[in-house]
């Protein structure tokens, strides 16, 4: 749990100071401004209205997408965490490796039991081939774990971004006629396309490094 917290907080650092997030908001909002100022009554109460359920009905399709796509990999990674484990359990019941687990049962351990074991017998062999294999099989699990960790921990803030972003434009649809062609009015959509973009630019980067993972 304690790698997840600083995992989100790292990730929501790359996100926010991310150059394609900052560059596309300050187009966008140098746009929108341009527009506003050519024509201030462009922000009417159909335009609030429709922008606000527009950007509800976006914010739940990304949110399907983001969801469906880290149920998707997360489990891609438990299968691959899983043949990898079985494997290294299957090889540890062998009889070439009985003299130094001294248990011929390693295929019923429990991951964490395995790993446990694994350190312990790298730190009493003398046999360097044998202490070399194990260290292996344990960067390896210790690697895999770690992408499952960031898996979760590098979705939580564009699925937040997107559940805020959501709620934010559900909220302020009723209100579209109390704002429409006031200053409070162009704050909102300041706001909100902050939100948006942040919400779009954050599901891209989570899905572009998470199939980078190696």
């Not at 187009?27 to 506003?36: A, K, Q, R, S």
């Not at 294999?133 to 939580?156: T, Y």
């Amino acid at each position: 749990m304690a790698k997840i917290k600083q995992g989100i907080k790292l990730h929501l650092k790359t996100y926010l100071f991310n150059p394609f997030f900052l560059s596309a908001e300050l187009i966008v909002l140098i746009i929108f401004i341009l527009i506003y100022f050519r024509n201030p009554t462009i922000i009417g109460k159909e335009v609030l209205f429709w922008f606000f359920a527009s950007t509800s009905q976006s914010m739940a399709a990304l949110f399907a997408v983001a969801g469906m796509f880290t149920v998707f990999r997360f489990q891609s990674q438990e299968n691959k965490l899983r043949n990898l484990y079985d494997s290294h359990k299957k090889r540890f019941s062998t009889h070439n490796w009985n003299a130094y687990i001294g248990d011929k049962n390693a295929e019923f351990w429990s991951d964490s039991e395995f790993l446990d074991k694994a350190k312990k017998v790298l730190g009493k062999t003398p046999i360097k081939t044998i202490k070399q294999k194990i260290q292996e099989i344990i960067f390896d699990i210790e690697k895999q774990e770690d992408m499952k960790n960031r898996i979760l921990s590098m979705v939580i803030v564009p699925l937040f971004a997107v559940s805020l972003t959501f709620i934010i434009s559900i909220a302020f649809i009723p209100l579209s006629v109390q704002i429409a062609n006031k200053i409070i009015g162009l704050i909102v959509i300041f706001i909100m396309l902050a939100l948006i973009l942040f919400s779009i630019t954050s599901v891209f980067k989570y899905i572009i490094s998470s199939i980078s993972f190696k």
